[in-house]
């Protein structure tokens, strides 16, 4: 067969390659005016309920199901209590040491964390008068109560399992962080706590020698 005949067969063969090539294409994306092409029909039509929506498969003829009674998310057992719920007994006996090896990174983290959820209204030194605070007292609406300064001595005698809880369930009208802050943060947000009480009795006696040097 003359070579230019065969030229030409390949490139028909290639050129009827493109439609198809093109509905593989249009498999994987999505157009503006429509849904994608279908050559085998799947499940992109197929008709579903929207949340709210009645639905008289089931008995009580709602759409949405709850959780199923005894199921566990993955990895969220919480059998410890004293780590999951800061108390000895999953109820009100507060835990008087923290469960975690406080470590530098755990301080660090805990520095971290309490700058972005609790300084916003307790301030980065823990005394109440964060941005969130300041802006409250300039709108004077008289709805606003002050947040605790972290420091009084009614917290310091506070466990460490009740600021625990305080954290994860909130407590008066400061929300709970349960739901954005982890368990090991909210430790390491309690042993920051537990720093900044303690810095603000330190004198210079109680910084190593290298950090006097460099307050002098």
């Not at 030229?7 to 498999?27: E, K, N, T």
């Not at 109820?91 to 959820?117: A, C, H, K, S, Y």
């Not at 980065?124 to 300039?138: C, K, Q, T």
């Not at 709805?143 to 994860?168: E, M, S």
Request: glycine share 10%; hydrophobic share 40%.
């Amino acid at each position: 067969m003359p070579r230019p005949i065969i030229y030409f067969l390949l490139f028909l063969v290639a050129l009827s390659l493109i439609p198809m090539g093109m509905v593989y294409r249009s498999m994987g994306t999505r157009g503006r005016e429509g849904t994608r092409i279908q050559v085998v029909y799947d499940m992109d039509q197929q008709f579903s309920f929207k949340a709210q929506q009645e639905n008289p498969f089931f008995a009580d003829g709602m759409a949405m199901r709850g959780q199923i009674e005894g199921t566990v998310a993955r990895g969220m057992l919480q059998e410890n209590p004293v780590l999951f719920t800061g108390t000895t007994d999953g109820d009100t006996m507060w835990v008087e040491t923290i469960p975690v090896t406080v470590t530098r990174e755990l301080m660090d983290r805990g520095q971290d964390r309490f700058n972005v959820f609790c300084a916003p209204c307790h301030g980065l030194s823990g005394n109440g008068n964060g941005p969130v605070n300041i802006r409250a007292a300039e709108l004077a609406e008289g709805t606003w109560t002050p947040p605790t300064d972290v420091a009084t001595q009614t917290v310091i005698d506070q466990p460490v399992g009740h600021l625990y809880n305080t954290i994860k369930n909130g407590i008066r009208n400061m929300p709970a962080y349960g739901p954005q802050i982890s368990p090991e943060d909210r430790w390491a947000i309690v042993a920051y706590v537990r720093a900044l009480q303690a810095s603000r009795g330190a004198d210079i006696g109680d910084l190593p020698a290298d950090a006097r040097k460099q307050l002098k």
